[in-house]
């Protein structure tokens, strides 16, 4: 996600002089040349004057983006984890947002994408927390296509955005000529047994849980909720009304992110679904450490979690 | 434009006055801040700053950040006298429905930059801002105003070192260096000093004035910058709750509210201030 991020951003940075990128130090082999002969000019070699490296200091970061916003430029501001969000959330709030400042913030490792380093690197609890700033537009692609469109469509957007990246990527599902849009889910693909509510790359883990699913009799709706705020609720309330329940996945605590807004959305419309569940962090700090992927699998996120969670739910387990 | 037919003196003496009686209206705080930096902002906004009351977005202005946010009365003061918005407003200070907060806000205020309140925030806006003007080749400056206890924040230090590296010529900090911070003496609390050092080690350009003498800090913040490729820090020793006799230099004035005799004994000192 994070390459398909920066290629993007190049394409944007050359067209669009505004746009600045701000790093808290990291971006290795990503932002910057990691050849010690210069043949791999990356983001900070091609945009030397739109890009700035400003040290292991993410509340100035914050602060001199939303400077740089207020004098006209687009900022976005890059680190890992919790580094840009949590470690810098003030300046976040009263400075960028408060501004309406032209600020982006983008984190890689988004969930458990650095598992193995531990929990200061565990992106677990961002969503809800850069959901309930007001006026900060959250997002959370799932795959490198959303990615993408994601990122030129954050430009267009006034004010303070979060972009969550993660290291897994969801395999891609977009028609030819299909419109991303920020605020509205992506139908994947269509059933009526369930519907299956995913953000950020563990939308693959969602789109393997709906195959087998199929193959087991239950046909499951499948939408990627790439807009975390604005939310759309109306996916999600035509989602409690015409299927028979909802499974919401997310790397993410179940406190306050993807499950509690769609829990929200079908309240706020008396839509109760038939069924309803969470999938996502329940068991708070995991001081176990590992990939991903064996993450997911200890705390029940991954496909084969979905597809037992699905049956249960649907009083099909055996 | 209005600004020149007062002196910076009389200017400094409104805004004492305007301080004294908004605090006491709201029954806000942080009226010995405000006395402390009376003549600071008044010789900004009389002599230096760059700014039209009239046009408060020009683009070639030069920005002022008030970044310890809760002496944000002295400001809005500032702006009333010299035709930022009408003299009037003041007195929703603090008042229900106001938006005229106790700490500095810029919405529906023009003429203020950067809304504050958390200490720590404003010399990284400020750094965000003159580096877009080095960017863009633009001769206007960034003037940020701190408090000594603010000076606690680290995140001042990731500033102060960022404009250093950067050699941000077009950038000044100043300190309202009055000693007192919210509980104690800052000597007591947590010691900045050696506190010129600490700003020239980080590559800053540093003068030391008296902040209430108006003449030195004109030509302080006029002669900007002090060094070629620094930005400019001007410590600027003051005394809190300066030109009311009893809010001198007290802790107890960071947070008390003038009334009934107390109010009207500040008001006839400052009315004797030249």
């Known amino acids: 996600m994070r390459d398909a991020f920066v290629e993007r951003l190049m394409e944007l940075a050359a067209a669009d002089p505004r746009i600045m990128l701000l790093t808290g130090d990291l971006g290795f082999g990503v932002l910057v040349d990691p050849t010690p002969d210069g043949t791999k000019p990356r983001y900070a070699e091609r945009f030397p004057r739109q890009y700035l490296n400003v040290g292991v200091a993410e509340q100035n970061m914050t602060g001199i983006a939303t400077g740089l916003a207020m004098e006209g430029r687009i900022v976005f501001t890059y680190s890992i984890a919790n580094f840009p969000t949590l470690r810098c959330l003030e300046q976040v709030r009263n400075d960028a947002a408060y501004h309406g400042a032209n600020v982006k913030v983008v984190a890689i490792g988004g969930g458990f994408s650095y598992g193995a380093l531990g929990i200061s690197h565990h992106a677990t609890e961002d969503l809800s927390i850069m959901r309930s700033l007001p006026d900060v537009t959250v997002v959370s692609p799932g795959d490198v296509w959303e990615t993408q469109e994601a990122t030129s469509a954050l430009v267009e957007t006034p004010g303070t955005c979060y972009l969550r990246l993660d290291k897994s990527v969801a395999p891609p599902t977009h028609a030819d000529g299909e419109r991303f849009e920020l605020g509205r889910a992506r139908l994947i693909r269509d059933g009526h047994d369930l519907t299956l509510i995913a953000t950020g790359g563990i939308l693959g883990e969602a789109l393997v849980a709906a195959e087998d699913l199929a193959m087991r009799g239950i046909e499951c709706r499948v939408l990627s909720m790439h807009t975390i705020k604005p939310f759309d609720a109306e996916a999600v309330v035509s989602a409690a009304r015409e299927t028979g329940g909802i499974i919401t996945i997310e790397e993410h605590t179940i406190h306050g992110g993807l499950g509690s807004a769609v829990a929200e959305a079908c309240l706020d419309a008396a839509a109760l679904p038939g069924a309803f569940s969470r999938i996502g962090l329940r068991a708070g700090f995991s001081s176990v450490v590992g990939s991903q992927q064996y993450l997911r699998s200890v705390y029940r996120m991954d496909a084969p979690a979905i597809v037992r969670q699905a049956e249960t739910l649907l009083g099909r387990a055996t | ?274």
């Open chain 2, 1 to 274: 434009m209005g600004r020149e037919q007062i002196s910076t003196q009389e200017l400094a003496r409104r805004i004492r006055r305007h301080a004294v009686e908004m605090t006491s209206r709201g029954g806000s705080s942080h009226v010995g801040a405000v006395l402390s930096l009376a003549d600071i902002v008044a010789v900004l906004y009389g002599r230096v700053l760059r700014v039209r009351p009239d046009e408060p977005r020009w683009p070639g202005r030069d920005r002022f950040i008030l970044s310890k946010g809760h002496a944000g009365a002295g400001v809005y003061a500032a702006l009333a006298e010299t035709g930022f918005f009408p003299v009037e407003k003041l007195r929703t200070h603090y008042q229900d429905g106001s938006d005229l907060s106790g700490h500095v806000s810029h919405k529906g205020i023009p003429g203020v930059e950067l809304s504050t309140g958390s200490l720590g925030h404003g010399l990284s806006v400020g750094c965000g801002m003159a580096y877009a003007a080095k960017l863009d080749g633009k001769p206007h400056r960034v003037f940020v105003l701190l408090s000594d206890g603010e000076c606690d924040e680290g995140s001042n230090w990731e500033a102060i070192l960022f404009a250093g590296h950067h050699k941000l010529d077009n950038l000044v900090a100043i300190i309202d260096y009055n000693k007192i911070q919210s509980l104690d003496r800052v000597s007591r609390t947590l010691a900045l000093e050696p506190f010129a050092e600490k700003w020239q080690a980080f590559g800053w350009a540093v003068r030391e004035i008296d902040g209430h003498d108006h003449a030195a800090l004109e030509a302080a913040l006029t002669e900007i910058p002090v060094e070629a490729d620094k930005p400019t820090c001007v410590i600027a020793h003051t005394v809190k709750g300066k030109g009311v006799s009893f809010m001198e230099n007290t802790v107890l004035w960071h947070y008390r509210t003038a009334k009934g005799d107390e109010l009207e004994a500040a008001l006839r000192e400052l009315e004797g201030q030249p």
